[in-house]
Each structure stands twice: as C-alpha cells, then as structure tokens.
C-alpha cells in the first residue's frame, strides 16, 4: 500500500496529448467497520506527462490493498493520489465501481488536472 | 420516513470535487390511489461537500418507504429534499426508474446544484 | 384521439427543473396507405410547469388511436401538439420508434420548448 | 378470427420431416374483463405433412383478432385447433408470451402430435 | 398469505396436456432472522387439469407476504403447496430467484407431480 | 441507382424542426473490385424541410443498388448526395457500416447541413 | 445455383465422428410472388464421412441464389440435398433464419441422417 | 478453511426432492506456485436431505481460502467434499469458473451423487 | 507444434468423474493457402483419468502454431489427438470457434471417448 | 512495419468533411519484456483530406506487426504516426483494446488534427 512500490517507464511521445485506460477488475480490500471483504473495479483513465505507470508495478501495488481495512471513499482518493504523485499525469481520472452490499452499490469518481493545464 | 434516519460521515477528501453514485436497485413503496406496491431503482449521484451519507442508515432510510402510499414525483422530489438537507452537498441528483404499470413505465429525473456552486 | 382525454394534476414543484420520462411500448395504429397495423413505442420526456399528465388518461388516449389510421410523421406531432396544449411544460421532447415495414425501421423525434424558457 | 381465413399451399418435400418457424412478434388481442389490450409474441413451430400456412393468410387472420376480447388460455388453444384443422401437420407447438399486466407476464405452450405419428 | 385467497377458473382445454408460464418479478418478502426485505423473482410453470389460477387473486396471494418473515427455502415450498391444493395440477414447477445477500444469491426450485400423472 | 426514383411527400410540421430516422439493414452491393457482394446498414437521420421522403420508393431506390459495383466511399456520399437534391432537408447525416471483410469492418459516416441552417 | 458448383476435399479425419459447422449470414434470394429481395442467415452443421465441402466455392454457389426467385422453404430443403448429394456426409442439418416480412419472421430446419447411419 | 465453519438448519421438507442454487460470484484465493490472487465464481446446486446450509456460515468458510494457496481442480474438490461431509445431499454439484489467467480461463465442474439415491 | 510440449500434473481425485473446461480465445495460426492468418476461440472440455494439462504448458503449445500454415479440420483433430495421447482422458471434446472469413465463420467438433469408458 | 507499404486512393468527395471509421479486431503483436503475444482490437476513425488508406494495404501493414516486440503505447503511437504520414488526414483517432494480461486490460487512444484544420 505503498506509493513506492509503482515504478515508471519514459512517455516516449511526451509531445503527443494522448490516453491510457488501465481496468482492473480483480481489486478487493477489507471493510474497516464489518471485517468483510470488499470488491470492486478500477479503471483509471490518465494522459501522461513525461512517465507511464509500469503495470506489473501496478498490479502489485493494487494487490497490497488486499488484506487492507479502508473505506470506498477513502481508497479512491488515495490510489489516485499516489498515482498523480508518481506521474504527475497531465489529466487523471479514476473510477471505482464497488459490487453490492445490503443491495445497494457504489461507485466513486475522482479527477485530477496538472494546475499547468 | 424521516430524514433524522440519515446519518453522515465527514469527507475526508473535501477540498477535491469528486462523485458518488449509490445504486439502490430495491426501492418500494405504495400507490396512494391503487394500494397496489410500486418498485423502481434508484440512482443517486452527488459531489460531497462536507459530509458524506453513511450507507446503512440510507438503507434503512429507503425501507421506510415500504409500506407508504406516496406518488412517483412526490417520492423522488422527497428523497433530494431530505438528502439535500442533510448533506448540503456541492451537487446531487437522483433518477428514479420506476417498474411498469399499464405497461407504461416512468422515470423521474432531479437535480439540486448549490447555490454558490 | 381527442385531447380533451389527457387528464392533469398540478405539479407539486414547480420551482423545481426536473424531469418525467414515460415509456409507452404497447403504441399501436393503422397506415392510413394499407390499412396495416402499425406498432411502436412511445417515449415522453417533459420537465413539468404547473401540471403533470396523469398516467391511466395518457393510456386511454394513446390506446385510442388503436383503430386510427394516421401516418408516423403526423401521428408523433400531433401527440406532442396534445400533449404541449394540456401541459404547457418548460420542456417537452417526443420519440417514436416504429417497427420495420418492408425490412425499414423509422424512428421520429419532435421537440418543444416553451417559448419563455 | 375464422380458419377459413387460413390459406395453404402444397409442401413440395412431404416425404422429409422438417420444421418451420414463424414469430409473430406483434400479435395484439382485447383483455374480455377488462377491455384492455393484450400484447403477444406468438412462435408457431411445425413439422408439416402434405401442406404449408401461407404467410400472408396467417397474418390477416392473426390480425382479425386485434378488436376481439378472448383470454391468453383460449386465444392460445383456439390458434393452435385452426392451425391443425386447415394443416394437418404431423406436429405443431405454439409459444404465446403475453406481455406484463400487473407486473406479472404469462407464457402458453400447446403441442399436437398427429395421432397416426 | 391464505391459500383462500387464490381463486381459479375452469380450464376450458382439459383434454389438451399444455403449459402455462406465470413470471412475478416483484416478490418480496421479509427475513426472519435480520427483519430485512428479500426480493425475488418466481417462475410458477404448470399443466392445468380442470382449474387454472386467476391472475389478480395471483398476485394479491404474492402480495400478502411483503411484511412476514418467511426463509427462501420455506416460501418456495409453502407457495407451491399452496397452489398445488388448490389447483390440483398435473404438474407444476416453482423456481423462486432471490437477490444476491452478503454477496451471494439463492434460488430455489421446487416440482410437484400429481400421483397419477 | 437514380435519384428520379425517390419520390416525397410534403411535410405537414415544416415550421417545427424535428428528426427522422430510416434504419435500413438489408442494404447490399457489389465491390467493384473483387465482384463480391457488399452488405451493409444504412441510418439516415434528418431534420425534412418542406418535403419528407416516401419509404416505399426509397426501399427500391436502395435495392436498384443490389448489382452494382461501387466503393463504400462512393455509395455512401452518392446515396447522401441523391436524397439531399430530392429532399433539400435542413439537416442529413447518413451512416452507413459494411460487414467485415478479411477481417476488417468499416463505417462511413457523411453529413450535409443546409447552407441558410 | 447448380450443385457442380460445390468442391470437396478429402476428409482426413475420416474415421472420427465429429462435426464441422458453418454459419453464412449473408445469404439473400429473391421471393418469386413479389420480387422483392429475402435475408437470410444459414446454419449447416454436418458430420463428413469421406468429403468436406470446400469453403470458397460453397460461398460462390450460395452467391448464386442472388438473383433468383426461390421461396424460403424450397431454397432450404434444395440446400441441403445438394450439400448431401456432393458430400454424402453421415449427418447434415440445414437451418435458415429469414428476416421478417410483413411483421413475421420465418426459420425452416431441415436435417438429414445417412441411411446407413 | 475448515468445515466445522459450516453450520447447518433442518431441511423442513425433507420428502420433497428440491434444488437449491447458491452462487457466489466473489470468491478468491491465491496460486501456490505463483503467489497470485486468483479470483472465481462458485455455484453450488444440491438437494437437500435432511439439513440445509446456512448462508452466513457458507459466506465464511469461503472467505477462509482468501490467503490460501490452493490449485483449481484441488480447491473445486475439496469444497465439495466439505459441504458433502456437513450436508450428506441426495445430489450435489459444484461449478468454479475461474477468471482467465495468460489469456486462459479454466472452469471446474463436480458432482456428488449419494450412494443410496 | 509437438506434443512433447504439453506438460501434465497428477490428478489427485482420479476416483471422481469430473470435468475441467479451458477456454483459450486467442488462438492463431495461418491459412496453408492464403498465407493470411486464422483466429479462433478454442475450448477444451475433460474429464482427467490419471492425468491433467498443465495450464503454462498448453498455453506454450497452442502459441506454437502462431507461424504454421495448417486448415481448420486438420488443427482441430491434432490438437485433440496431441492432448488426448499425453493425458489419455476419460473423454474429452474440443471445440474451435474461428473468425468470419468471407462473411463465412466455421467451428469444428472433435470428441474422444476412452474405449474402456 | 513500415508505412511503405500502406496504399492510397484519391478521396473523391474531398470537399466534405465525412468520417471513415476502420474496426481492426485481429490485430496481435509480440510483448518485447515477456515474449508472449498480446492481442488488440484496433479502431481507426479519420476525416480523409485528398487521400483515403486502401483496405488490403492496410490489412498487410497490420499483420507486418504480428511477430514483432513491441510496447502497447509504442505500437499505438506508432500506427498513427504512419497512417498520418502517408494519409494527411484532416482528423484521424486511433484507439487501441488490448486483451487483459494479469487480470488487467489496457486501452490506448491518440488523436491527431491537421495543424490547419
């Protein structure tokens, strides 16, 4: 659940304001409240600046939520601010889609701009 | 029925303008006119200001609406009103789709924009 | 097919913009070239001023142009023209999607908006 | 709503046991009790002898039911006896799925197997 | 929730072994263990003998469970049960498919036979 | 393949500015090239001016092309081309998408605005 | 639309009992009553014995129905029996689904078993 | 991982041959040769004999295989067996499909029959 | 393309008769007479005797067929023959679904049955 | 992999600003890191100035890529840089879908607009 472990690779067309979309449906972590485990879908959506996550990094800094108790809200908004700080992407969205609990789901929805933007 | 039953949670995230969309796919209530049980899917969107709505008592909250007679615009123009209330969030809108009657189904659309947003 | 079939009931917020979309999929009528029966749904979509249509005499009026014979083009106007002179909504926007004839499938969309909005 | 409206032509290959299917996916009929409109999709499925169903004839006399008044039951056993009286087929099974009334749909099968089959 | 409240008519084809397929998709009842709501959807499939079951007692039937608690496994049963004395079918399939729980759904299927079927 | 077989009918709405949408998914042709033969959608959607365009002429309009070799580009422009002389609409956007060839599909989509739109 | 069209290749495989099936979704004839072009999709799906049909010439036979007037069943069963006549295959079933006319679609099913089967 | 987790409740129509589905759409556990998480959907059908199993306590048995690392075809087995042990069904049948791995997915099919059905 | 490849792991339930399905979508491989490459879906059903594929391996193999010019009848029969030497199943059945070509698609079904089953 | 080989044709309507799209679903190439293949659906979407990309060019330009290594961004980048040197489109997007690996999928888009467009 570290920052640290995504590494990155050269945006080799940092001319170009192109799109990456990453969806990772297997994310899981724990509800801090009830113990259970949560699932959800990520898909973030980014245009890079000089870097480009590096996706086994990725994968395995998503993974170490697994066993992790944190809230929906919460979770969201700090994969995206790790990613905006080891990218520092033009433009980031990220879009977490959570499965049913008490049948009722939720999806959170976070954006950053690059302020030069 | 009341909108003492929502309970909140601060945002911890207040300063970023991001979305939460809850899905509550088993909202009943009563036809007033008919007696008849009326089903529909509700989808509630909003940008958090201060407060976040905790999930439970939203739950508990939509299945007091079970044994209501209350009409279609009537309810969802309610549950804004009582969301609103008790978030003051910075925007928020709620689609109600409702089951077919007369094989003619309805859906009700509402929106709430603070107003120094 | 007479207008005077839509019954109203007054809006309970007019102050507020929101949105009624009814679907109606069960719209039938003749061609008026073949005496063939014609087959479509109806979709409404209206942001209400003072009043809403009330939906068993929306079903009675759309069910009397079961025996009609009437052209796509004419008959999605002229609900809308009904619909618009009963209601007087802010909005109001009318699909019509019919079932393929001669392996074609026509679809017709009329909208209005009150001259004041 | 009279078989004689049922018009055949010969089947040119009597000596193979095959099968056609026809859907009839905008059969309307009159509910008897409540003067409502009932919607169909009907699936004839046949294994013909020495004739066929014309389809033009099959779907004028589907359509001399739109202003009858006759239950799902009956309408369903009553197609299934005209189109065996004027057929003969060695087999036939009808598949009448009713639209929602009430929030409940209603699907009829009949089957006929010639006697001598 | 009294089998009284089912009423049938005659079945006007009982010579002809055929099917009739009933689709309720806003069952609902509650859990006797947590006092929340459960929902599902039923699939009643039978061969009538002499009766079949009227429509609107159906569903008022369906209806009388919305506030008693009741498990998956015992409505499914009691709800056959119920329609098997008082029509008497050949016979009859229930499938009830209720809403996922705690991230797992449930169906349940039950048959009946008539003994000398 | 010649525009003279379009024939129209005149608008009975011309001061309103609404859409007409004609789906045609039996369209085929031939490739110049290779002598096979093309199938493809056709979607034409537009805003009629004083006159609309009758769908039976325009079924064998579209079939006069059955045997004739031409080019996706070409067909899709000239077909845009023939029903804006006939029809001199306000607005017509025409979408035409060819089943895949060697593995590869394409889509040609044209527009024509009226100049005083 | 001659069967001398059809190639075959050596089934290498001869002494395995398995299945090849090719769907051909544009299949188009002309109906003889009316002149108006028929769609189709073809199913055959035979176990070969000594032959299989070869791909290309199979497309161009099919192809050679463009132009003429056939009815939906005569295309299907005259399909079938020049497949069977050129390949000799243990067992070939043909299904044509026709796309809709006049409301109502239509699938023939035709199958042969080697006598020897 | 053990199956003293699952509790049971007495099958109240233990004379009637019936089907329960259970299916568990988020099941995980971890590859022991590679470390990763593996993801799965269970779906158990059984009927029952004398007891049925609770779906809280099933809900936490399968939750205790999160961080275990266990094959496919070994986990698919054993859980059957555990839930043959605590149950003794007349019939049991469980289906894990697992989500692809190196672009190949892998689903696991077993079946229980008890001795003296 | 050889089998020597395929590497297998001991089945640890020999004594139960279940059934393993792997579904490989991206499989390719090149026409011997166009030269131009083939796609297909294959899917692997069966039931292990003392043996099972190892899933790294089969993947290796069936990526070794990127490059080899090999018909569709013929890649079917030997993979099954490759798997079914090395595994000597119990049964097993390979289907392959490959992509349109000409506006024709083609699948192919081999089964193998353990003479002593 | 070189744009020599993609071929040309004069647009021959290159006074209207219309919209090809190309839908490449069979598009594989090799992961440089790993050596495995990836697999991607390849959408081609352009507004053609004086020249438009013949098909089969296109085609054998796509395939030249299959046995090469080669990033997801890369090729992207790389398929737009060359059909823009050769085309010199008005607009032209690219968007490529590549298959999970990990449990993870990847989507890449670029866009390009003629500097004096």
């Known amino acids: 659940m570290s920052r640290e472990m995504l590494e990155t690779f050269d945006n080799e067309f940092p001319e170009r304001d192109y799109e990456i979309e990453i969806i990772a449906p297997e ?8 113990g259970q485990p949560d699932f959800g879908v990520l898909r973030i959506v ?4 000089a870097k480009c996550v590096e996706l086994k990094s990725l994968k395995l800094y998503l993974q170490s939520f697994r066993n992790q108790g944190i809230f929906y809200e919460n979770v969201t908004n700090r994969i995206l601010d790790d990613l905006v700080a080891v990218l520092s992407p ?28």
Chains 1, 2, 3, 4, 5, 6, 7, 8, 9, 10 share one sequence.
């Open 27 to 34: 994310f899981t972590s724990v509800c801090p409240k009830t």
């Open 46 to 49: 980014y245009t890079p600046a």
């Open 90 to 117: 033009r433009r980031m969205k990220l879009v977490a889609e959570f499965s049913p609990r008490g049948g009722i789901s939720t999806n959170v929805t976070c954006t950053h701009v690059a302020s030069h933007d």
